[in-house]
Nanobody, 120 residues
Framework: EVQLQASGGGLVQAGGSLRLSCAAS????????IGWFRQAPGKGREGVLC????????NYLDSVKGRFIISRDNAEKTVDLQMNNLKPEDTAVYYC?????????????WGQGTLVTVSS
């Protein structure tokens, strides 16, 4: 069974940092891209960052450029999202998902989400 487990969310003040982690199991991790998406209260889900099976990064969201960093560890089967200089508008439930590739944004499996709340 393909599973993704997101963790690391919490409450942080504006300007602070959080590191989210997505742990994968049940599939060949090396074969798929992994993306982070988020859904803010009352808004639709949007893509944040994606990292391909080869480690190539796609940035889906201009507002996080220079602040968020995605990385993957194929040996540990994890993809992390380092979030720095957080802003209140980053408040959302963050999800990780598998994709065939980052370019098409075609997700296949979703994790359960982890809540990030940034206070002003």
């Amino acid at each position: 069974e393909v599973q993704l487990q997101a963790s690391g969310g919490g409450l942080v003040q504006a300007g602070g940092s959080l590191r989210l982690s997505c742990a994968a199991s049940g599939f060949d991790f090396d074969d798929l891209a992994i993306g982070w998406f988020r859904q803010a209260p009352g808004k639709g889900r949007e893509g944040v960052l994606c990292i391909s099976r080869f480690g190539v990064i796609s940035n889906y969201l201009d507002s996080v450029k220079g602040r968020f960093i995605i990385s993957r560890d194929n040996a540990e089967k994890t993809v992390d999202l380092q979030m720095n200089n957080l802003k209140p508008e980053d408040t959302a439930v963050y999800y990780c998902a598998t994709l065939v590739n980052c370019y098409d944004k075609m997700t296949t499996t979703w994790g359960q989400g982890t809540l990030v709340t940034v206070s002003s």
